[in-house]
């Protein structure tokens, strides 16, 4: 039986990871959780986070996977220790990746993250950055108005590229060269990023890079999967499955297996 | 006592991935070796190969190493699996960073590879690639007449370009996107294989992505140096100490440490 790559999320953000995994690694079998209930993280305390973090690791692990992938920022920054801790399998989150890219890229030294409120505020891509590259110089920015226009379908308006410019363009002052996408949802605003910043800044998709690193882990771990047949995926989802089906089916371009799980959802405290 | 990553080549042209690695790590000591005495290890036997890197890799182990870096194409088609066997520590080489580098860029799924006779006819870069994508497209040349060029500092002459044409041109008629520039010396002529390949081919230069590579693998393992002071790096050279020592303060641009190691050298058989 060949053992999966588990991937997990708040929500439907990391399907952007799975999409990368199967086209870096098309032999290798993937399972995926969408906390979509209790989704976005964003808003939760650090301990919420932990404890959903936790319960959707110990679901997974049932599954006798080789390696899991925290697919999410949020639970990437409060997480990626205290899961480590807890499973002797590897585990990739999609902060040290992004981090990792940029600090292989950047010339002038300067490097550019945009991201959730949370994300940004918890300094753990300024921490991921200096830890590789002490002098790194890292200027990060809270976007918290670029989800609501992805959720909406609102990629290449007008009023998009007011948006993005008036809560980014200032980074111009500063000589970045690779501007970290530091929240699954932004690779959709790539191209106005990109009007915005110009096209000599790089833009680092984590996604990308994470699937990258899941290889070469992988590799290095004599852990790749070798066989020839098409595997079957599976989708858990707490949330409601007719919608989940629907965004994962039109994003992977492909039918998936899903099962439906049932979990208590606290209020936002 | 911070413990080193150890990187070996047959001469100087692992120097590249020394250099990217400090770039990319500058908390990291590095201890090279270059076997520039039994230099060039393209027209050695496997046998040979397989000999010489060994008594490389077990002098290097006296240091006490995290990892060891084989930068050098000829020994990690040919050594990888043996040194891997023989050492307690990851082992990474040149070959799979640049294949997976090439297979999370391309969106064509056709992968051109060019190397020396002995990279090239070792199918290395192709077993490598399929490992990770069974459907890519791979298409590979040798050019032996590079490594001269590079040699002799001839890198963007008339010359230069006449002969990297004839070599390459025809791998246009692919629809190649990416291009492995599968010998250390390579990217010395980037901007003059980009000209006859065209700018929409994303040359892979394996040193960055090696170094990224080992990178990642010491993080999974949480064994990223976090010394706040410049190490001092220590070079080992089986050849002339005294070229060894001017290409390396002029390539890597500091004061190195050298300590020349007297090896008997066998005739090429």
Partial sequence: MQQPIAILDSGVGGLTVVKEVLRQLPREKVIYFGDTARAPYGPRTPEEVRQFTREVVDYLVQYDPKMIVIACNTATAVSLLDIRARVDIPVVGVINPGARAAIGRTKTGCVGVIGTEGTIKSRAY????????????????????????????????????????????????????????????????????????????????????????????????????????????????????????????????????????????????
């Fill in 126 to 269: 300024e921490d991921a950055l200096r830890l590789l590259s002490p002098h790194v110089q890292v200027v990060s920015e809270a976007c918290p108005q670029f989800v609501p226009l992805v959720e909406k379908g609102n990629f290449r308006s007008v009023e998009t590229y007011e948006v993005v410019r008036s809560a980014i363009e200032h980074m111009r002052s500063y000589p970045i060269d690779c501007l970290i996408l530091g929240c699954t949802h932004y690779p959709y605003l790539s191209e106005t990023i990109s009007e915005v910043m110009g096209e000599e800044v790089n833009l680092i998709n984590s996604a990308e890079e994470t699937a990258r690193e899941v290889s070469a882990i992988l590799q290095d771990q004599q852990k790749l999967a070798k066989s020839e047949h098409i595997p079957v995926h599976h989708f858990f989802c707490s949330g409601d499955p007719k919608m989940f089906k629907f965004i994962a089916q039109q994003w992977l371009g492909e039918q998936i297996e899903l099962t439906p799980v049932i979990w208590q959802v606290p209020n936002i405290s």
